[in-house]
């Protein structure tokens, strides 16, 4: 488990080039600077079994829909540990993708990029700048098992308040969801 609550808003986020489970998204490696562009970008920590992932799927799309109509990246990555968690490993993950996921699904194998972000959920959401300015960190919304109790939306706030040129009000949350799976 690593050891600090890694990056905040206001922090620049880490760099990556991981293997990409999605072709039909991407090449076979996707860095970071594809995914976050001169609009930017938000990058999620997410896996395949997770209660939490798979009840948000619908809105994880929604949110890949928007962040592309506004210019911006998105992308999906894996940092469970697939020993533990077979579901979690790379077949499963071209499996899932190829199911109609519409941004490129990264493995992160060693989880230095998980670490480097200081994910702790699945989902996890970081919305970054196009200088690479993590702007906001935290949940999708305040019900990810079930979308009919959702009284909030944060990372649509965010989407929106981002590029319409203002300030983000809420910059920060607490993701719900399944703790990433580190390696032992």
């Known amino acids: 488990m690593p050891s600090s609550h890694g990056i905040e808003p206001g922090d620049k986020a880490p760099s990556f080039n991981l293997p990409n489970a999605n072709r039909a998204h991407g090449g076979s490696v996707v860095g ?13 920590f997410t896996c395949n079994h997770c209660p939490y992932v798979v009840a948000s799927e619908g809105r994880i799309e929604a949110m890949a829909k928007m962040a592309r109509e506004f210019g911006l990246g998105f992308v999906g990555i894996n940092s469970n540990d697939p020993e533990r968690y077979v579901s979690d490993d790379w077949d499963h993950m071209v499996e899932r993708a190829s199911k109609g996921m519409s941004y490129p699904y990264l493995h992160d194998s060693t989880q230095e990029v998980a670490r480097s972000y200081g994910a702790e959920r699945t989902p996890e959401f970081f919305l970054v700048s196009g200088g690479h300015d ?30 319409s040129g203002q300030r983000i009000r809420v910059q920060r949350t607490e993701s719900i969801g399944c703790s990433v799976k580190w390696k032992e």
Do not use: F, K
Not at 140 to 162: F, H, I, K, V, W
């Open 32 to 44: 970071s600077d594809e995914v976050i562009g001169e609009g930017g970008g938000v990058v999620m």
């Open 134 to 163: 993590v702007l906001y960190r935290g949940r999708l919304d305040d019900s990810p098992r079930d979308p009919s109790n959702a009284t909030t939306c944060e990372l649509e706030d965010a989407l929106n308040q981002y590029v």
